[in-house]
């Protein structure tokens, strides 16, 4: 019976860490693919598949300003690219790919901790150190380059990134959009309004009515009472909204 108890105890104890090791890899590996997965900004690249190379340069200048210089940033959806990039100056600076709104709340942490970071989208580098990112431009949009170290980014430390759709793709989304004939009766040039008596908003699985619509100052000014149109409505900000005429 203590020969029995004392060999169960034992395979127990080995048991455990082989466990605890599997399952932590486990979570590891799967928390860090759904990241890569969820960034509005793309993924991890395959550096075997490079579209471009970018050569990026982080600097300070004699007048305070810290910069990120180099090749330009514009790109296109689906293109991988390799950033070469050199810090020549003489503090410590990072290199970090993402949207304005997590760029910002990256650096309000960083000003409340100073914290050291593993992740593919970004890179810290000494002063006189060379780095590489590769990444892979799954999404198309505004974006931004940015060191978050305190300080740097209210300094100058920030790039636009710029991503678009390939032409393609952009003639597909354009022949997606169905447009809704309508007659126009009324216009508030000073309100912003105009009415529209129409048929159905398919985009927005509406019926034929006459309602009130928002639009902005430029759309009001081609728009006269009695003119049939064809237009596409959205919701603007809890508003539906014309945001295309023809």
Same mark, same amino acid.
């Given at each position: 019976?203590?020969?029995?108890?004392?060999?169960?105890?034992?395979?127990?104890?080995?048991?455990?860490?082989?466990?605890?090791?599997?399952?932590?890899?486990?979570?590891?590996?799967?928390?860090?693919?759904?990241?890569?997965?969820?960034?509005?900004?793309?993924?991890?690249?395959?550096?075997?598949?490079?579209?471009?190379?970018?050569?990026?340069?982080?600097?300070?200048?004699?007048?305070?300003?810290?910069?990120?210089?180099?090749?330009?940033?514009?790109?296109?959806?689906?293109?991988? =690219?390799?950033?070469?990039?050199?810090?020549? #100056? @003489?503090?410590?600076?990072? /290199?970090?790919? +993402?949207?304005?709104?997590?760029? &910002?709340?990256?650096?309000?942490?960083?000003?409340?901790?100073?914290?050291?970071?593993?992740?593919?989208?970004? =890179?810290?580098?000494?002063?006189?150190?060379? #780095? @590489?990112?590769?990444?892979? /431009?799954?999404? +198309?949009?505004?974006?931004?380059? &940015?060191?978050?170290?305190?300080?740097?980014?209210?300094?100058?430390?920030?790039?636009?990134?710029?991503?678009?759709?390939?032409?393609?793709?952009?003639?597909?989304?354009?022949?997606?959009?169905?447009?809704?004939?309508?007659?126009?009766?009324?216009?508030?040039?000073?309100?912003?309004?105009?009415?529209?008596?129409?048929?159905?908003?398919?985009?927005?699985?509406?019926?034929?009515?006459?309602?009130?619509?928002?639009?902005?100052?430029?759309?009001?000014?081609?728009?006269?009472?009695?003119?049939?149109?064809?237009?596409?409505?959205?919701?603007?900000?809890?508003?539906?909204?014309?945001?295309?005429?023809?």
């Amino acid at each position: 019976m203590k020969n029995l108890l004392l060999t169960t105890a034992l395979a127990f104890t080995f048991a455990i860490p082989a466990y605890a090791g599997g399952t932590h890899a486990k979570k590891h590996d799967e928390v860090s693919t759904e990241k890569a997965e969820a960034m509005m900004i793309g993924m991890p690249g395959d550096s075997s598949k490079v579209d471009r190379t970018i050569n990026v340069i982080l600097l300070e200048t004699d007048d305070g300003e810290m910069l990120i210089k180099g090749d330009d940033m514009t790109f296109k959806k689906g293109e991988t =690219i390799l950033f070469k990039i050199k810090n020549e #100056g @003489e503090q410590e600076h990072e /290199f970090v790919l +993402d949207t304005v709104e997590n760029n &910002a709340k990256h650096k309000i942490e960083m000003a409340k901790m100073m914290m050291e970071h593993d992740d593919p989208n970004r =890179i810290t580098l000494d002063s006189g150190a060379s #780095g @590489e990112v590769v990444w892979n /431009f799954s999404n +198309d949009g505004t974006f931004e380059a &940015a060191c978050l170290i305190p300080g740097h980014y209210e300094s100058g430390m920030h790039r636009e990134v710029s991503v678009s759709m390939e032409m393609a793709e952009m003639k597909m989304a354009q022949a997606d959009v169905v447009y809704t004939k309508g007659t126009i009766t009324k216009v508030d040039a000073k309100g912003g309004k105009v009415t529209i008596d129409h048929g159905p908003l398919l985009n927005l699985d509406m019926p034929g009515m006459k309602m009130v619509f928002r639009a902005d100052e430029e759309m009001i000014a081609k728009m006269s009472e009695g003119q049939n149109i064809e237009f596409v409505a959205e919701p603007v900000k809890g508003k539906l909204t014309v945001v295309k005429l023809k």
